[in-house]
């Protein structure tokens, strides 16, 4: 009997002869998710059905806020203990700006609760916590700056309060910001240049409210101060009377009080302040 020679599947299909089992292909068995029985759907970190590249699946969500206890003060870093009981608590390290928010000493094991940005390098994710969204909101602002990375947004914050630093850069103060960490006069005015328009939109959206109004306008050490808040406001709504916007008064107050101390009566405060504008 002469020996069968077997042709290719697709020759053999051609000719109408069903290939043998060993020469089928078959495709690959897909995995079944347990709880449903059915096809698991392709892992990918936006769920639009693009496959996450290999080695990349850890990036696929972030980190945004913690809420633990403090394990160790590390220089400017936080190890923050996540977890019901001690067996299954996780650490996690978390840089934070020092003196904003955040004021040493730490009471190890006290509660702290941080909004997060998780910053990914291509070996390695950097936890940044703040106290508030909007303070976080204002390091990310920071970051969008040409020049300026996350260590150097850490720093700045950590040496000016936020709503400090907004005001600055509303007003275009430069002496405020030259002599922040990293921050010469080129930064100073790439700050000025490229975040005044986005933050004065921001404010007017009423965005930044709570970092504003908790950093109060503040006489330079040996100056007089504020006789009182209801004289600032009544010479702020005098001022928004006429046409001037909150962040644009706020700035003219703080001129004023650099040049001595505020005024005793509103209409001298006012006078002041519209003095500043010529």
């Known amino acids: 009997m002469p020996r069968t020679r077997w042709r290719s599947p697709f020759a053999m299909l051609k000719l109408g002869v069903r290939a043998p089992r060993s ?3 078959r495709a690959p068995p897909r ?3 347990g709880a449903s029985g059915l096809p698991s759907p392709i892992r990918s970190a936006t769920n639009t059905g693009i496959e996450t590249p290999p080695g990349r699946e850890r990036f696929a969500s972030v980190i945004g806020y913690l809420r633990g206890k403090i ?3 590390l220089d400017s870093q936080l190890l923050v203990g996540v977890g019901a009981a001690p067996s299954a608590c996780v650490g996690y390290q978390v840089a934070v700006p020092m003196g904003n928010g955040f004021r040493p000493p730490f009471a190890m094991g006290s509660e702290i609760e941080l909004f997060v940005h998780t ?3 291509e070996d390695a ?7 508030s969204p909007e303070e976080r909101e204002v390091f990310l602002i920071l970051l969008s700056v040409t020049g300026i990375g996350p260590k150097g947004a850490l720093g700045i ?9 907004l005001r600055a850069i509303l007003s275009g103060d430069r002496k405020a910001l030259v002599g922040l960490p990293g921050i010469g006069k ?10 005044g328009d986005p933050l004065r939109k921001k404010v007017d959206a009423g965005r930044f409210r709570c970092l504003l109004e908790a950093s109060p306008l503040r006489a330079p050490s040996g100056a007089p101060t504020a006789p009182d808040d209801g004289l600032v406001r009544e010479a702020k709504d005098a001022l928004m009377g006429l046409g001037y916007r909150e962040q644009e008064i706020g700035a003219l107050f703080d001129r004023v009080s650099a040049e001595g101390g505020l005024p005793e009566r509103v209409e001298d405060l006012v006078r002041a302040a519209l003095r500043q504008l010529g």
Request: neutral net charge; hydrophobic residues 45%; glycine residues 6%.
């Open 31 to 33: 995995a079944v998710d």
């Open 157 to 165: 914050l950590s040496a000016i309060r936020c709503g400090d630093l």
């Open 23 to 25: 020469a089928r292909r």
């Open 186 to 195: 080129k930064t100073a005015e790439r700050l000025l240049l490229e975040l």
């Open 119 to 121: 910053h990914v390098r």
């Open 71 to 73: 394990l160790d003060v």
């Open 125 to 131: 994710l950097d936890l940044y916590g703040f106290p």
